[in-house]
């Protein structure tokens, strides 16, 4: 059974770093798009970043960019996420995503389908 488990996430002072890690079994996904997701509380989820599958490409929102950085192992079946200079509205809990989708769609959770269960990043100021 395919399962996307993340790993990495803790509590770290504004200013600070984590990387992220979601490792991928139970199928090959090299041919998935890869993305990373977060819900804070009482919001709606959003996209954070997403990379295709040959890892020539990377997407990261406005609100992240310059800061985290996306990238993928495929050989270790590993995505992962950089977060540089976290800010306290970067709290919340984030989500790896595996889907079979294009770039114009990539950064819309509708085009996933494989979850993982999520790691808690929480940015004190």
């Known amino acids: 059974q395919a399962q996307l488990v993340e790993s990495g996430g803790g509590l770290v002072q504004a200013g600070g770093s984590l990387r992220l890690s979601c490792v991928a079994s139970?199928?090959?996904?090299?041919?998935?798009?890869m993305g990373w997701f977060r819900q804070a509380p009482g919001k709606e989820r959003e996209f954070v970043a997403a990379?295709?599958?040959?890892?020539?490409?990377?997407y990261v929102a406005d609100s992240v960019k310059g800061r985290f950085t996306i990238s993928r192992d495929n050989a270790q079946n590993t995505v992962y996420l950089q977060m540089n200079n976290l800010k306290p509205e970067d709290t919340a809990v984030y989500y790896c995503?595996?889907?079979?989708?294009?770039?114009?769609?990539?950064?819309?959770?509708?085009?996933?389908?494989?979850w993982g269960q999520g790691t808690q990043v929480t940015v004190s100021s």
């Open positions: 995503a595996a889907g079979l989708t294009t770039a114009w769609q990539i950064r819309l959770a509708h085009e996933y389908d494989y």
């Open positions: 139970g199928r090959t996904f090299s041919s998935h798009a």
């Open positions: 990379i295709r599958w040959s890892g020539d490409n990377t």
